[in-house]
């Protein structure tokens, strides 16, 4: 019976309860180049594909499409309090009286009252029209104690429900859990087998911040999906690779954002629940060698010559 109560549990652990009390959707739609088909994606992967969690940015330049399939969906009567909707402050707007300016434009794009999760997109703020490498004096001072008590504003004011971060080290996680009145619930990064990103991840863990992990079959560099350690294991549980990443995630206590315009794949990646990846399979996806980092920050953060961040390994201050 045990056994059985145990498969039950884990039938529904399609979610994780935040430190607010708010529960997250474990698996959520990611939008990053999600291209011209975004509005459609949206709506399919909710009202077809069973999603509740639909994780965007401003920086992404799909807003509005986003917003067009949230309405979508909603009008096809999806009930707006079942939707976990998440987007990310940009690197200009890193300046406490920009905060709410950029939230509210958000808001508009997505045609939503509040949003359930916004997170500090990249802890470094930018110049206005920053050059990709940024070019001398285009990286700024960052108030991340000044904004991150905006942020807080936004939740006291119910427009957000939860405040989280993206690509931080430990150093500024506990830097701004110095200052911080409502400590992030979310910390949003890269990880996958190929970076399973273990000491921000522990981190994490042991301070009560939950984890969401982004580009879980890896990039276009580093395509984890074609890996045939992950296509040995796809084939022995007659799942695709990317399930197994999906899962793989998942099984490590994370909520996962994979990204797909493809409909069949979008419906395929949430097919992730009542079943596991046994332990020595998962352990052999844990053991995938030459671990590395895909999104560096180089191209948005680092002048070799200027700085103030001159290498990558700056940018993540030398953490891994």
Request: hydrophobic fraction near 35%; charged fraction near 30%.
């Amino acid at each position: 019976m045990a056994s059985a109560k145990a498969t039950m549990g884990q039938e529904k652990q399609d979610h994780f309860v935040l430190k607010s009390g708010h529960a997250m959707p474990a698996v959520g739609l990611g939008t990053w180049r999600a291209g011209s088909d975004t509005a459609h994606s949206v709506q399919t992967a909710i009202t077809e594909a069973g999603y509740r969690h639909v994780d965007t940015a401003a920086e992404y330049g799909v807003e509005k499409e986003v917003g067009k399939g949230l309405r979508a969906a909603m009008e096809a009567g999806i009930d707006r309090k079942d939707l976990f909707v998440t987007s990310k402050l940009w690197c200009t707007n890193l300046v406490p009286e920009r905060v709410r300016p950029a939230l509210e434009s958000t808001l508009k794009d997505l045609q939503l009252d509040y949003i359930d999760l916004y997170h500090i997109h990249w802890p470094f703020r930018l110049k206005d029209g920053a050059h990709k490498p940024p070019e001398a004096g285009e990286v700024l001072e960052f108030d991340m104690e000044g904004v991150w008590k905006e942020m807080e504003n936004l939740v006291k004011d119910g427009l957000v429900k939860d405040i989280g971060v993206c690509n931080y080290t430990v150093t500024k996680l506990d830097r701004l859990l110095r200052s911080a009145k409502i400590p992030p619930a979310v910390c949003q990064m890269e990880m996958h087998p190929g970076w399973k990103n273990d000491k921000m991840f522990e981190a994490c863990k042991k301070r009560g911040i939950h984890v969401t992990a982004y580009s879980p079959l890896g990039s276009s560099e580093k395509n984890l999906a074609h890996d045939p350690v992950v296509e040995k294991v796809a084939n022995k549980l007659n799942k695709t690779p990317g399930q197994v990443l999906i899962r793989w995630a998942l099984q490590r206590g994370t909520s996962v954002i994979p990204k797909s315009s493809k409909d069949e794949r979008i419906k395929e990646n949430i097919q992730v629940f009542g079943w596991e990846i046994p332990e020595e399979d998962f352990k052999v996806l844990c053991s995938i060698k030459d671990e590395k980092r895909v999104l560096t920050g180089e191209e948005l953060f680092v002048n070799k010559t200027h700085g103030p961040y001159k290498s990558a390994s700056e940018v993540w201050d030398h953490e891994n």
